[in-house]
C-alpha cells in the first residue's frame, strides 16, 4: 500500500484540483481502470481509486487476484491516464516518486492504452516544455518496459519520432522502454 500512497502523492502535488470530482459514481472510475491495459490483465486486477484529497489514502475499489493494479484517469491531469502496472513498475513510481535510485532486478511493464498525458522524454521531473527537455505534446498509447541493466537497452532509439519503440529518460535511475500501441477500445 506504501507504492500506491506515494504514487497518489505525486499526482496530487501534481494537480491542483481535487481528484474525485469528476467522476460520479465506482464503476465510471473502474471501467476508466480497466480500459489501460487488455481485458487479460485488467479483467483480474486490482483497482484503487486516486485520493478524494491531497494525502489521502486510495481507495480500494475491486480487489483483484493477478498481481496487477489498476488506476483511474487522474481527472485533473490534461491527458487521459489510466494506468495498469505490475509489481516492478509499482516499485519504479515509488522511486520516482521519492527521487530515489531505483534497482530493477526484473523485467517490469505497465500499460497506459489511452495515451497519458504530455511530458518530457528527457527530464522525469519536467513539469512544462523548455528549448532543450524534448516535451511530448501528445499522450500515446503505450506499453512501458523497464529491465534490469540500461545496458540492455543500448541501440535503442532515443526519440519517439521514429514511430516504434524508444529509450525514454535514459541516463537516469528511470529509464525505460516506451512502445507505442494502438489506442485501446475497451469492449473490443
Known amino acids: 500500500m506504501k507504492h500506491f500512497l506515494l504514487l497518489s502523492l505525486y499526482f496530487c502535488l501534481l494537480a491542483p484540483t481535487v481528484f474525485a470530482q469528476a ?3 465506482n464503476q465510471t472510475k473502474i471501467n476508466s481502470a480497466i480500459s489501460a491495459a487488455p481485458h487479460s490483465i485488467a479483467d483480474m486486477a486490482t483497482i484503487l481509486d486516486w485520493p ?4 489521502g ?3 480500494m475499489l475491486r480487489e483483484g ?3 496487477w493494479t489498476c488506476l483511474p484517469d487522474v481527472p485533473a491531469s490534461p491527458g487521459n491516464d489510466p494506468m495498469c502496472l ?5 516499485a519504479w513510481a515509488d522511486a520516482w516518486m521519492n527521487q530515489l535510485d531505483l534497482e530493477t532486478t526484473q523485467i517490469g511493464f505497465g500499460y497506459m492504452l489511452q495515451g497519458g498525458t504530455p511530458s518530457s522524454n528527457s527530464d522525469p521531473y519536467a513539469e512544462g516544455p523548455t528549448e532543450d527537455n524534448e516535451w511530448m505534446t501528445e499522450g500515446v498509447p503505450h506499453l512501458m518496459i523497464i529491465v534490469p541493466d540500461e545496458e540492455m ?3 535503442l532509439p ?9 529509450v525514454m ?9 516506451m512502445a507505442p500501441m494502438p489506442l485501446y477500445e475497451p469492449g473490443e
Open 52 to 55: 478524494a484529497e491531497a494525502g
Open 158 to 166: 532515443t526519440t519517439s519520432e521514429t514511430g516504434g519503440p524508444w
Open 169 to 177: 529518460w535514459g541516463g537516469t535511475p528511470y529509464v525505460h522502454i
Open 23 to 25: 467522476y460520479s459514481d
Open 86 to 90: 505490475d509489481q516492478p513498475w509499482l
Open 65 to 67: 487476484t493477478n498481481g
Open 153 to 155: 537497452l543500448t541501440g
Open 57 to 59: 489514502d486510495m481507495a
